[in-house]
C-alpha cells in the first residue's frame, strides 16, 4: 500500500466561461498557474455548465495536476453548490440535466461580461446566459449529484449572496451534508461554528492571480486520484486529514 501523504487541492476554479470571470481564464492559463502556484489538483467548476473541462483536461494531460470535473449549479433558491465527478462522462450527463433546468435568458456580453467556451473547433462565444439560478431544488442537486456518484458541496456559506447559509439561515440535515465551504474571507470567523462538518477553503478563482491562495486546503490521501479525493469529502475526516492552513 502507498503511504499516505498530503496534497494540495483548489476545488473552486472558474473559466472564462462564466461571464464574471477573466477572459484570460483560459483553459491553458489555469492549467500553468496551478502548476506553477504548486497545486496538486483542482476542481474545474464554472456556473452552471462544464463545457470547458475537457480542454482544460487536455492541457493537464502528462503534467503533475490532476483535474476534477465539476459544476458551480445555482438552485432555485439562488444557493451555489459545487458539483464534483469522478469522471468527465458523469459531469456531462449531470450538464444536461442543468442545461435543462437553466432559464432562457440569453447573455449580454456587454453587461454580464463574456462567456468563452474552448472548444475542439476553437473559441466559441457561448450565448446562454449561465450566471442565473436552474429549476434544481438543493434537494433535486443533492440527489442527481448522489446518482451519479459525485459529491455535492455547498459553496461560499457565509456570503451574503448565494450562501446556503445565509439564505436559509441553517444547513439541512436532511441533505446528509460532510463538507461545506467557506470563502477566504469568512474562514476564521466561522470555522469553529461549523467543526461537525470537514471545512474546505478554495480559491473561487475568477481571475488567475487568485488560484491556490491563502488560507487553502490539504488533504491526506492514500491513493492520489480523483475517485479517492471525492470518497474522502463524503465522510467526516479527521483534522489531520484535511488541513486548512
Ligand atoms: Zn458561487
Ligand atoms: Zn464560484
Same mark, same amino acid.
Do not use: W
Given at each position: ?15 472564462? $466561461? ?10 491553458? *492559463? ?20 462544464? $463545457? =470547458? ?11 503533475? #495536476? ?15 453548490? #459545487? ?11 449531470? =450538464? ?10 440569453? =447573455? ?11 472548444? *475542439? ?8 446566459? $449561465? ?17 451519479? =456518484? ?76 480523483? *475517485? *479517492? ?17
Amino acid at each position: 500500500m502507498m503511504k499516505s501523504k498530503y496534497i494540495t487541492v483548489d476545488l473552486h476554479v472558474h473559466t472564462a $466561461l462564466s461571464a464574471c470571470a477573466s477572459v484570460k481564464n483560459t483553459p491553458k *492559463e489555469i492549467v500553468k498557474n496551478a502548476i506553477s502556484r504548486g497545486l496538486d489538483c483542482i476542481a474545474i467548476t464554472d456556473h452552471n455548465s462544464a $463545457l =470547458n473541462i475537457r480542454e482544460v483536461m487536455k492541457e493537464a494531460k502528462g503534467t503533475s #495536476l490532476l483535474v476534477i470535473p465539476g459544476i458551480e449549479v445555482e438552485t432555485r433558491e439562488e444557493v451555489h453548490i #459545487l458539483s464534483l465527478f469522478s469522471t468527465l462522462d458523469d459531469c456531462l450527463e449531470y =450538464n444536461d440535466i442543468v442545461k435543462y433546468a437553466l432559464g432562457d435568458r440569453e =447573455n449580454i456580453p456587454e453587461f454580464f461580461g463574456r462567456q468563452l467556451y474552448f472548444s *475542439e473547433s476553437g473559441v466559441i462565444e457561448y450565448k446562454p446566459l $449561465l450566471s442565473q439560478s436552474t429549476s434544481l431544488s438543493m434537494e433535486d442537486v443533492f440527489k442527481q449529484v448522489r446518482k451519479l =456518484n459525485g459529491i455535492a458541496i455547498p459553496a461560499h456559506i457565509r456570503r451574503r449572496y448565494n450562501g446556503l447559509a445565509s439564505i436559509l439561515g441553517f444547513i439541512p440535515p436532511e441533505l446528509n451534508i460532510k463538507t461545506i465551504e467557506l470563502s477566504r474571507v469568512n474562514y476564521n470567523k466561522y470555522k469553529d461554528i461549523y467543526s461537525e462538518y470537514n471545512v474546505i477553503v478554495n480559491s473561487d478563482a475568477h481571475n488567475i492571480e487568485s488560484i491556490y491562495g491563502s488560507p487553502s486546503t490539504a488533504l491526506k490521501v492514500e491513493r492520489f486520484d480523483v *475517485e *479517492e479525493i471525492l470518497n474522502m469529502l463524503k465522510v467526516k475526516l479527521t483534522d489531520e486529514e484535511v488541513i486548512v492552513y
